[in-house]
């Protein structure tokens, strides 16, 4: 206690070398942002199992289909999607993609773009070049767009219906292919649709773990979307992740915007309220502004890049600065009340709440480096971010803010201007009479408050237990923008967002490609009862509700079998070879397979190496894929993808489901389970180390336990509002549990250690709990408002996971500050009803008023 009052008094004293030395600090710390990265992206998050790990060899043994590639999906709707007009408008668009400047260096070689109208022009080219026998010529090359849209135009509506009939009739024929290119309730052989799809296939690498595009595919993209819009007749609606990254940047761009100047006009007018001092606000204002360039340079400096899960960050950052400052400031006021000049003031000031500062900033900065604990990065990265930004803003409005307020308060002074405020909460006010009402009742009937909160925890606890763990990609855009943010001026207005609607379109009525289930088997892949197994899964795929099945009725796969009848189709050596190695005639080798697959690899090696891998000779490995819906349920989809792995089981072989499905449900189930453990091993770290400085400081280590008990109670709260406002736990509502104990333990520490000192001052335990209440009460009162009308304002974000984050961060705030001001006056009251501090406090009081009343006796 004697170390903190002389670092208290050193700060005052030397008021100028400590502004200069801490405003260097920050200055070489935030140094470090003309390193930092942004993503506007979700991160990834890795749990290391078993599934994410076969994917990782998938994608490092097997030639996918989409490496490198991405995909853009271009949705027609129309009358009938089928007609010759707008087929030949689909041609027509194909044709300006494959020639604009923008879009044209990004697509692949060999053809880049396909849909409906492709396979019907190009068929009708290849029956009319047919010999007299009817058959084609092999000779016959792909046709051109313009050969393609010429022979459609010769076409009439007769003909092409003619032609889709015999095309699209055979529903496992040939062209069976065709059906992912028209929505699920086409019926086979109909010469109408309500909508098809053309493909654009881009080469670029996007990266895998956020699903975000480089810039020339955002580019090329809006390039495809423009061009959409000008093509009449059909209504085109263009999907890719080039578009929905440009949604997320522009969400985040305008979120940013909007949202900025509403929260930083709601703190403005708190601190007014709090402060009633424009100084005191400035001040404010730029300890805030240095903590959080203290922070991001920090984020540079390691190496970590910015992206909206950290958006909790600085909002907790500021929290706890305003926080911090209003402590400083209130108890400043209520030291400067006696009339003692201003650095005495501070000095007092900064003593009394220094002790509590000092605990508040190392119990919150370990319990947030409990988390370097949590096998997530995400967690990890939190953790350690959170933990320097703490220590920043304990720095900054721990001695640079104070030393500058002394100095200008000084210098105000001495040309007159009073700057003695009152502390917000004291004297007889109508906040004060409000803070009050927890104290009183706890020094009436504290047990009664403690049975009816626990009787209302063990509920929320038991609501809890329900949290949503469930997270979908369409969480990070926007539904759409509403009409008050569209119709305000200038800047401030926002977009129109679409891709949403589209992407929602493309899940309900088309077999998304990004959507699949992989089976990864390794061992005896060459044993024709492999071929068997793979076989038995094709057909019973469609029979499994998370398939998605094409209007034909068959399940989208791709694997040895698939490719081996796909080979076999077009190319007749191939075929005789299957043809010998078939003996009951169901198309599927029965015998001497590796040598099928030998001359699969030599026929076609790229379609080989998708789902075959071989290593020194011996084939190792194989893939089989199976397209599932995007909008199944993880669970089902886990549960349902065993049943069909167990046909590929067998003769030694090892089979792993996994894909991007079952992967982000075992994400989501490690969600719940690494939040569990960090937050244990939180509490467990703050609750021994609270109870070690108690013991040394007080001499009871109760008191720490005490003081950490409001806390676990606004947990169950959150966890239980998140159920009922159907808030689910994903990779950024995650860390709310995080934030909550850290801004519920600064909160508690604070009454706690007021309400010692006032015992320590002769009080009794009533008096204690109420001057306690009434002034960091009130101190606490200006904080959390400022907090929740901050965090807020996030309810209007655009982007939905931000509006979620904001809700339930406001309302874990406001239950923080009730646990703090309400629950915890009880409890300490009982602790000091049962240890009996309160009596021994007031002989220790008692003795040093006899000793000085000697001393001033003595002196006369």
Known sequence: MQQLERIANGVVEHRRVTVLLVFVLVVAVSGGIVFLEHESAMPAFTVGSAEEQALEDIEANFSTAQDDVTVAQIVVEDGNALSKGTLVSTLELQQEIRTNESIAPTLVDDRPTVG????????????????????????????????????????????????????????????????????SDYEPGSTEASASMVAVFQTDEIDAATGQAPPRIVDSQAAMQDIAAGIDGPDLQVIGNGVLTAEMDQANGETFLLLGPLALLFVLVTLSLAYRDVLDIALSLVGIVLVLLWTFGALGWIGIA?????????????GLSIDFGIHVFMRYREAAADGDPIPTSMGAALSGVGVALVWVTVTTTIGFLSNLASPVPLIREIGLIAAIGIVG?????????????????????????????TALGTGDSRIGRLLSGGAKAAGRAPVVVLVAVLLLTAGTTVVATDVSTSFESEDTLVEDAPGWSQSLPG??????????????VVDERFVHPDSQVEFLVEGSVTDPSFLAGVDDLERKAPEKDVV?????????????????????????????TVAATDTDGDGVPDRNVATVYDELFATAPDEAAQVLHQADGEYRAARVSVAVDRVASGEAVMAQSGDLAANLDGDGRQVVATGS?????????????????????????????????????????????????????????????????????NLVT?????????????????????????????????????????????????????????????????????????????????????????????????WTRITGVADSD???????????????AGSD
Do not use: C
Request: charged share 15%; hydrophobic share 55%; net charge negative.
């Open 116 to 183: 409906i109208a492709n396979m019907v022009a190009t068929a009708a080219i290849r029956e009319q070049s047919a010999g007299p026998d009817g058959t084609e010529s092999a000779a016959v090359p792909d046709p051109t767009l313009d050969e393609q849209i010429a022979a459609l135009e010769a076409m009439d509506q007769r003909e092409v219906e003619a032609l889709l009939e015999r095309l699209l009739g055979d529903a496992a024929g040939a062209n069976a292919d065709a059906f992912a290119l028209l929505p």
């Open 306 to 318: 910015f992206n909206p899960t950290l958006i909790a960050i600085p909002v907790l950052l500021i």
């Open 393 to 421: 803003a304990f720095v900054v409005f721990g001695a640079f803010v104070p030393a500058l307020k002394t100095i200008l308060d000084e210098r105000l002074e001495a040309r007159g201007f009073d700057r003695r405020g």
């Open 491 to 504: 800047p401030f207005a926002t977009s129109e967002y679409t891709a949403k609607e589209t992407l929602q």
């Open 548 to 576: 998605a099945v094409l209007a034909n009725g068959e399940a989208r796969t791709t694997s040895p079998v698939s490719v081996i009848d796909s080979v076999a189709a077009r190319n007749e050596s191939f075929n005789a």
């Open 661 to 729: 499905p079952v992967v982000a449900q075992i994400v989501q189930d490690s969600l719940l389970e690494s939040l569990l453990i960090t937050l244990v091993v939180t509490l467990l770290v703050i609750g021994v180390l609270l109870g070690g400085v108690y013991r040394v400081a007080y001499g009871s280590a109760t008191l720490g336990l005490v003081t950490l008990v409001p806390v676990l109670l606004t947990v169950s709260w959150v966890f239980a509002t998140m159920v009922l406002l159907d808030i689910p736990l």
């Open 734 to 830: 995650s860390i709310v549990a995080s934030l909550a104990i850290g801004l519920g333990v600064d909160y508690s520490i604070h009454v706690s250690e007021r309400f010692r000192t006032e015992l320590a001052a002769g009080r009794s335990v009533e008096d204690a709990i109420l001057t306690t209440i009434r002034g960091t009460g009130g101190a606490l009162l200006g904080s959390a408002t400022t907090t929740v009308l901050g965090f807020g304002v996030l309810a209007f974000a655009l982007l939905p996971i931000l509006q979620q984050f904001g809700t339930i961060m406001a309302v874990m705030i406001v239950y923080a500050f009730l646990a703090a001001i309400v629950v915890l006056p009880s409890l300490l009251v009982l």
């Open 842 to 856: 007031a002989a220790v009081a008692d003795q040093a008023s006899g000793d000085a009343g000697e001393t001033v």
